[in-house]
């Protein structure tokens, strides 16, 4: 059974940090592009950032370029995501997902970890 | 960047009705289009990918149809459970992806 838990959520004060992951089962993690996205309370989805399965590229929502960094270790099956300068805005439920290709839709989503940026 | 709109933003219906929910996009996205269920409280779950293929394990009574700029999602005879929040997710541009505002689906 493919399956994604994420940890790592909290408060944390505006310009903190704060390091997301997700542990992977259920599938070769090497062969599947990942991504983060989130969802503010009450609020709709909205992508995060997508490390590419075979390059390692990297993308970004233009809300987070140059303040937030995705990445993997593949030997722990585990997908990160680094998150600097945060802000008030940045509160949200983070999910991981694999994404899934042709068709670039995701499935599944883990259960996403809460992040709160509060003072 | 390509818009996507998606309507209505709710819609109250009974136990056994049909209903229908449309996203729009501004360009012709092919049939690089999904659609997810999300509960309150709960992760969003895929129905629907490529416009029209349903998910393994998704009962029959969910269907997509439509391509190019106009798609839809129907439920054919809801069910008390499928009671929740819709979003449609333009697909085209790898990896960077629109989702819709999403459709809440009430009881009427």
């Known amino acids: 059974e493919v399956q994604l838990l994420e940890s790592g959520g909290g408060l944390v004060q505006p310009g903190g940090s704060l390091k997301l992951s997700c542990a992977v089962s259920?599938?070769?993690?090497?062969?599947?592009?990942m991504t983060w996205a989130r969802q503010a309370a009450g609020k709709g989805l909205e992508w995060v950032a997508t490390i590419a399965r075979n390059s390692g590229e990297t993308w970004y929502a233009d809300s987070v370029q140059g303040r937030f960094t995705i990445s993997t270790d593949t030997s722990k099956n585990t997908l990160y995501l680094q998150m600097n300068s945060l802000r008030v805005e940045d509160t949200a439920i983070y999910h991981c997902?694999?994404?899934?290709?042709?068709?670039?839709?995701?499935?599944?989503w883990g259960q996403g970890t809460l992040v709160t940026v509060s003072s | 960047d390509i818009q996507m709109t998606q309507s209505p933003s709710s819609v109250s219906a009974s136990v056994g009705d049909r209903v229908t929910i449309t996203c729009r996009a501004s360009q012709d996205i092919g049939n690089y289009l999904a659609w997810y269920q999300q509960k309150p409280g709960k992760a969003p779950k895929l129905l629907i990918y490529a416009a029209s293929s349903l998910q393994n394990g998704v009962p029959p009574r969910f269907s997509g149809s439509g391509s190019g700029t106009d798609f839809t999602l129907t439920i054919s005879s809801l069910q008390t459970e499928d009671f929740a929040t819709y979003y449609c997710?333009?697909?085209?541009?790898?990896?960077?992806?629109?989702f819709g505002r999403g459709t809440r689906l009430e009881i009427k």
């Open positions: 259920g599938f070769t993690f090497s062969s599947n592009s």
């Open positions: 997902v694999r994404l899934l290709s042709p068709y670039n839709y995701f499935d599944p």
């Open positions: 997710q333009l697909a085209d541009s790898f990896p960077r992806v629109t």
